[in-house]
């Protein structure tokens, strides 16, 4: 007996700084969940949060790069899609599970998710409380305070390092090493949030560390970051071409790789996390490993650390992606 298939929807775009790495995030996955599977249903909500435009995974595909849209404002101009109002709609249609591609606030903080939750939808990735206090890093730096891990201090010393409470892909985030520069750093960490972190400045390598599952989660390989345009690893390092460099596994010894790996289960298990996340680190002095924060919706585009990851744990991106969907229907 043939076996029924799964009807997806993947939500992407959005209310959020984010919006176009997002839409690129919601187009891979698209791409790449089998046919064979899946009914994909793509949905792309505008940037002001508004409206809901339901297409399909062939004229998704054909639209010009999201980034192409960074700083004009304007959305995908999308000519067949039709609008929807909203949840509501990915009821009436049937739809078995949503996979949530939307980064930053009102994707990734629990909103979605709280609206998924009332309209008795089933979803992928972490759910609202845990969301939320993924997003709010200063809820966040608490929690793993009463939890006895490893997060960065509060500084009033240069050089120190700025961003805002509740942004995602390093945006409005800033190193500062003076008073001058202290000012435009709070000044653009402001344009983005109303309440600012100012943290103290570790030197050492950048890694993070992929966890997936439910119940008993797992942790795949560390990987090491090594930014190649800026001092650390901010959005154009994230999303340029030769922006950064990725090594996996990580350089580093079988011990402190094992030490990473325990920490960013902890933390996943810490605030309840479920399905997939990502945790970054500093290595300070490239021996200890500190918490900077815990992505519940990390990046899914060609360029994502996510994805590298999988493949260096011989996980085949269709194959992650059956496997995040899987945990979003079980759970």
């Known amino acids: 007996m043939k076996k029924k298939k ?38 792309v909500i505008s940037r002001d949060g508004n409206y809901w435009r339901l297409t399909d995974v062939k004229t998704l595909l054909s639209l010009p790069d999201p980034i192409s849209l960074r700083k004009t404002g304007k959305d995908l101009v999308i000519s067949n899609a039709k609008e929807i109002q909203g949840a509501a709609e ?32 089933k979803y992928t990735g972490p759910g609202v409380l845990a969301s939320a206090l993924g997003m709010d890093k200063i809820m ?31 945006v409005g985030a800033s190193i500062v090493g003076n008073e001058k520069e202290l000012a435009k750093a709070m000044k653009l960490a402001r344009k983005y949030s109303d309440k600012v972190l100012v943290e103290e400045y570790l030197a050492g390598k950048e890694v993070t560390c992929a966890v997936l599952g439910n119940e008993n989660p797992k942790a795949l390989p ?18 340029s071409e030769s922006g950064s460099e990725e090594i996996v ?47 519940t919706i990390p990046g899914l585009t060609p360029m994502s650390l996510v994805p590298k990851a999988a493949k260096a744990a011989g996980i085949p991106y269709s194959e992650f992606l059956d496997r995040i969907i899987n945990l979003a229907v079980v759970k």
């Not at 730096?141 to 892909?169: D, H, L, R, W």
């Open 249 to 295: 596994p990580a350089r580093i010894s079988k011990s402190l790789t094992k030490k990473v790996q325990d920490l960013a289960i902890r933390v996943y298990r810490a605030i309840g996390a479920r399905g997939f996340s990502r945790v970054d680190f500093i290595l300070r002095n490239n021996k200890e490993p500190v918490v900077l924060e815990i992505n």
């Open 222 to 239: 560390v990987i090491e970051i090594h930014p190649l345009k800026g001092e650390f690893f901010d959005y154009d390092s994230k999303y």
């Open 6 to 43: 799964i009807n997806v929807v993947v939500l992407m775009g959005g209310k959020t700084p984010e919006h176009e790495i997002s839409l690129i995030s919601g187009r891979e996955v698209a791409r790449n969940l089998d046919k064979k599977k899946y009914n994909v249903s793509p949905i």
């Open 90 to 121: 990915v009821v009436k249609r049937g739809s078995d599970v949503v996979f949530i591609a939307m980064h930053g606030p009102y994707g990734e903080d629990g909103t979605v998710q709280g609206m998924l939750e009332l309209a008795g939808i």
């Open 140 to 170: 966040f730096k608490k929690v793993m305070q009463a939890e006895g891990i490893p997060v960065p201090k509060s500084t009033t010393k240069f050089p120190c390092f700025v961003k805002p409470y509740n942004q995602g892909s390093s």
